[in-house]
């Protein structure tokens, strides 16, 4: 079965600071993968996505950065974190070929201060 | 700029009652309106999902009517229960791109 992970669960920064976040999937190949942001109270905007390795796709201008080093690891990026980074930051994952259903990983609480 | 609608922002429902959030969209081709569950803390979970060739389905106690003419979809909860109490998101993604696009999201609370 596939199993979708993200780490680190929280993360608490400083203004200025950089970012990583990671995310990687297993139990499938060529995966579409996804970056969304939920900030308090609203629903989820879709940030970066990915058909293949070294292929991202941005949907928003931002302060931040995606890429796809391997086939199923997904890296969310900033060189310095602004206070409207704070956000609750999700990963998933599609069967890639236009399979509809996202499958979402548990979420990393990002807290820039 | 493509959007998806979705009200209440809240409900509150007895349990044993009949739970109804709405969505609609704007003039586009969106062809898979999915809806998500979400409790605190946790990554959205994939509810129930309907095409639009389809105007309505039903999964045990979760329904999404749909209505292409006046592109509006909604999901009941019937015989709602406490551990229904999350967030709902509705979601629609445009033909052949695979990126969804999410309403604002409802927090339904069923008291016991």
């Known amino acids: 079965s596939q199993t979708i992970h993200q780490w680190p669960a929280t993360l608490v920064q400083p203004v200025g600071s950089p970012l990583s976040l990671e995310c990687t999937v297993e139990g499938t190949s060529n995966p579409n993968l996804y970056w969304y942001r939920q900030a308090a109270g609203r629903g989820l905007q879709l940030l970066f996505y990915?058909?293949?390795?070294?292929?991202i796709s941005s949907e928003v201008p931002q302060n931040l950065s995606a890429s796809r080093p391997q086939d199923r690891q997904f890296i969310l990026s900033s060189k310095k974190l602004l206070l409207s980074d704070s956000g609750f930051y999700l990963c998933?994952?599609?069967?890639?070929?236009?399979?509809?259903?996202?499958?979402f990983g548990p979420g990393t609480r990002l807290t820039v201060l | 700029q493509q959007q998806v609608k979705q009200s209440p922002q809240s409900l509150i429902v007895q349990k044993g009652g009949i739970s109804i959030i709405n969505c609609a969209y704007e003039?586009?081709?969106?062809?898979?309106f999915p809806w998500y569950q979400q409790f605190p803390g946790k990554g959205p979970a994939l509810l129930i999902a309907?095409?639009?060739?389809?105007s309505e389905k039903k999964e045990g106690r979760f329904t999404i009517s749909f209505n292409k003419s006046a592109k509006q979809f909604s999901l009941h909860i019937m015989d709602s229960q406490p551990g229904d109490s999350a967030t709902y998101f509705c979601a629609a993604i445009p033909f052949n791109t695979g990126k969804l696009i999410f309403g604002q999201g409802t927090t339904l609370q069923v008291k016991p």
């Open positions: 003039n586009t081709a969106f062809d898979y």
């Open positions: 309907i095409r639009p060739d389809v």
């Open positions: 990915s058909v293949g390795i070294g292929q």
């Open positions: 998933a994952w599609s069967i890639s070929g236009g399979a509809d259903e996202q499958f």
